[in-house]
């Protein structure tokens, strides 16, 4: 099955800073990358998604990029501030067949510092 | 947007009673739903997967004689823990999905399990 790997599992950085999470996956029939943000004790948020028939993807401040060839997929959140503060989560699905089954990476916190 | 109720919030039993968490999508049709738990400070760990009106697949190493999947209609599923132990205490979230669909994953707003 389906198995994501996320770096780093921490990562501070100073408001206005760029900031970087990382994730590889396994299985190459999976065509959907999504980005959730989860504040304590909160349901995931979606932050941004791609799918595997575009190479990148931006929403302001934040971008993902995916290298289907050596399936890594990154989120890349410019101009950090002290709100994006929390917890980030890789995932990966292959929709469209029978189970979608939506497999989360470790998790990353940020915190950013005024 | 789509909107999944998940009931209760938070819930506190005692070691060997069972306990029910529903999950409502309440203006869209889910043919699917997984259902997630998550520990103090983990990721989100995939239980298994319900489709309406058949039986769930279950993730490796989960017990399906202790977590109870009823997916009885296309916008209600429930889990229920049963004997529930101190070690299932947990976040407990649900995901609604329909394969094939443009609405992504819907999650609930997931349950406080403590088990005294």
């Known amino acids: 099955g389906e198995n994501v790997e996320q770096h780093p599992s921490t990562l501070s950085v100073q408001e206005g800073d760029s900031a970087v999470i990382k994730c590889t996956y396994s299985?190459?029939?999976?065509?959907?990358f999504p980005w959730y943000k989860q504040e304590l004790g909160k349901r995931p948020q979606l932050i941004i998604d791609?799918?595997?028939?575009?190479g990148e993807k931006k929403d302001q401040r934040i971008a993902v990029t995916l290298n289907k060839t050596a399936k890594h997929f990154s989120l890349h959140i410019t101009e950090t501030q002290p709100e994006d503060s929390a917890v980030y989560f890789c995932?990966?699905?292959?929709?469209?067949?029978?189970?979608?089954?939506?497999?989360f990476g470790t998790g990353t916190r940020l915190q950013v510092f005024p | 947007g789509a909107v999944v109720s998940q009931h209760p919030s938070r819930v506190i039993c005692k070691s060997g009673t069972s306990v029910k968490i529903e999950c409502r999508s309440l203006?869209?049709?889910?043919?699917?739903m997984f259902w997630y738990r998550q520990f103090p400070k983990q990721s989100l760990m995939l239980m298994a997967t319900?489709?309406?009106?058949?039986?769930?697949?279950?993730e490796q190493g989960v017990e399906k004689d202790k977590f109870l999947i009823n997916h009885a209609s296309l916008t209600l599923s429930t889990l229920t823990v049963t004997s529930a132990h101190p070690e299932d205490s947990s976040f407990y979230i649900c995901?609604?999905?329909?394969?094939?669909?443009?609405?992504?994953?819907?999650f609930g707003s997931g349950t406080r399990l403590t088990v005294v």
């Open positions: 319900s489709n309406e009106g058949s039986k769930a697949t279950y």
């Open positions: 299985d190459s029939a999976s065509n959907y």
């Open positions: 995932a990966a699905s292959i929709v469209g067949y029978n189970t979608d089954k939506l497999i």
């Open positions: 203006d869209f049709q889910a043919t699917t």
């Open positions: 995901s609604a999905h329909t394969p094939g669909g443009a609405r992504g994953y819907t």
């Open positions: 791609i799918r595997s028939n575009v």
